[in-house]
């Protein structure tokens, strides 16, 4: 079965009622959504104003659901997992362990060719300079060793904020 990676990133009250996982408005009360929750794979929660049931929980570890929880700096800071049963995680990262340095390498090329692929997207819809990142994207070597996702970045946050745009760490 496929599963649903779900992203909460505004304030919302998260329980379960009849096998759903409702998402509510803590304000009004009123309901913004609902996902069974056998359908769910992840649940991402990237707001200090989530609250989650006892309820909800229970039934997500139950279903195998993974639960990230993400800091200020939107980064996860912790995972929840079932303590038996879930052998779908870690499954992944013994692949990915086990993975070949060729692989790796290749793997890591398509993510960057299709980070830059999206990031020229975002500027030819906004009708900014887009055009380098054509040749960016073609010039991706394995492992990216010419560091053209770097490249790349530079030119899309100069041409998608403003010309002075500096990068700070936060």
Same mark, same amino acid.
């Given at each position: 079965?496929?599963?649903?990676?779900?992203?909460?990133?505004?304030?919302?009250?998260?329980?379960?009622?009849? !096998?759903? =996982?409702?998402?509510?408005?803590? #304000?009004?009360?009123?309901?913004?959504?609902?996902?069974?929750? #056998? *359908?769910?794979?992840?649940? =991402?929660?990237?707001?200090?104003?989530?609250?989650?049931?006892?309820?909800?929980?229970?039934? =997500? =570890? %139950?279903?195998?659901?993974?639960?990230?929880?993400? *800091?200020?700096?939107?980064?996860?800071? %912790?995972?929840?997992?079932?303590?038996?049963?879930?052998?779908?995680?870690? *499954?992944?990262?013994?692949?990915?362990? #086990?993975?070949? !340095?060729?692989?790796?390498?290749?793997?890591?090329?398509?993510?960057? !060719?299709?980070?830059? #692929?999206?990031?020229?997207?975002?500027?030819?819809?906004?009708?900014?300079?887009? !055009?380098?990142?054509?040749?960016?994207?073609?010039?991706?070597?394995?492992? *990216?060793?010419?560091?053209?996702?770097?490249?790349?970045?530079?030119?899309?946050?100069?041409?998608?904020?403003?010309?002075?745009?500096?990068?700070?760490?936060?």
């Amino acid at each position: 079965m496929i599963t649903r990676s779900i992203y909460i990133g505004n304030p919302a009250y998260l329980k379960l009622k009849d !096998e759903q =996982m409702k998402i509510l408005c803590p #304000e009004t009360k009123s309901e913004k959504g609902s996902v069974p929750v #056998e *359908d769910l794979g992840l649940l =991402m929660l990237d707001h200090f104003q989530i609250t989650v049931s006892h309820q909800l929980i229970q039934k =997500m =570890m %139950g279903s195998n659901v993974v639960v990230i929880s993400c *800091d200020a700096h939107h980064l996860p800071h %912790g995972i929840m997992l079932p303590m038996y049963g879930h052998t779908e995680h870690s *499954d992944r990262v013994k692949d990915q362990l #086990e993975a070949s !340095e060729p692989l790796k390498k290749q793997l890591w090329k398509q993510t960057i !060719e299709c980070k830059i #692929e999206n990031q020229k997207e975002v500027l030819l819809r906004l009708g900014n300079y887009y !055009e380098p990142m054509l040749d960016y994207q073609k010039n991706v070597k394995s492992g *990216d060793i010419t560091n053209m996702e770097g490249i790349a970045a530079q030119h899309y946050w100069k041409y998608l904020i403003s010309l002075d745009f500096l990068r700070q760490r936060f």
